[in-house]
């Protein structure tokens, strides 16, 4: 007589589905926000990136080295901290004529670690350019979802790559001859 009352008692049904879809929903809802923070961090990254450009490319800054032109789109991204750690940036002119593309993956830093710069140059008037940055970051939820299937270093953080081609703009005096 128990076990057929136990068996029709209908209270606790509820707890069934909770119990079978709530890691589901949980793992959805922090893949979203995981995914939110790394399609942000690129677009500032792209951004930051695509603006500190635009000044190589018309000439406004000069002369610069690897490290004051990584200092400069540091400057401008947000929410990448510790920026000047964790981003490389890679530029070369292109050789128009074997039209040799940059070496395959990206050259990011390392926890801990100095890593040489790949390769810096700015060109000069005219002259077609590749540029790559690569960023490192930290999974925010590196066990659930989102963050346990993006593929990362040993040290357990992910890169975020970049690249865009450009020409250099004429310097106005070296184009007429220097007059």
């Given at each position: 007589m128990r076990?057929?009352?136990?068996w029709r008692d209908e209270s606790g049904t509820a707890t069934i589905p909770f119990v079978i879809f709530f890691p589901f929903m949980i793992t959805l809802v922090v893949s979203?926000?995981?995914?939110?923070?790394?399609?942000?961090?690129?677009?500032?990254l792209e951004?930051?990136?695509?603006?500190?450009?635009?000044d190589l490319r018309l000439n406004l800054v000069g002369t610069l080295t690897h490290d004051e032109f990584k200092q400069i789109v540091c400057d401008r991204s947000a929410l990448i901290e510790n920026c000047e750690n964790v981003l490389m940036?890679?530029?070369?002119?292109?050789d128009t004529?074997?039209?040799?593309?940059?070496?395959?993956?990206?050259?990011c830093t390392e926890e801990g670690?100095?890593?040489?710069?790949?390769?810096?140059?700015?060109?000069?008037?005219?002259?077609?350019?590749?540029?790559?940055?690569?960023?490192?970051?930290?999974?925010?939820?590196?066990?659930?979802g989102l963050?346990?299937?993006?593929?990362?270093?040993?040290?357990?953080?992910?890169?975020?790559?970049?690249?865009?081609?450009?020409?250099?703009?004429p310097i106005l005096?070296?184009?007429?001859g220097g007059s």
């Open positions: 076990v057929r009352r136990a979203s926000l995981e995914l939110g923070f790394v399609m942000t961090r690129h677009v500032m951004r930051a990136v695509d603006l500190s450009v635009r940036i890679e530029l070369r002119k292109v004529t074997t039209w040799e593309p940059l070496a395959a993956g990206a050259t670690q100095y890593v040489s710069p790949p390769g810096f140059e700015q060109g000069g008037s005219d002259e077609l350019m590749l540029i790559r940055a690569c960023a490192k970051f930290k999974p925010i939820f590196p066990m659930t963050g346990l299937d993006m593929p990362k270093d040993s040290a357990g953080y992910y890169a975020l790559v970049t690249s865009s081609a450009f020409v250099n703009e005096g070296a184009a007429v």
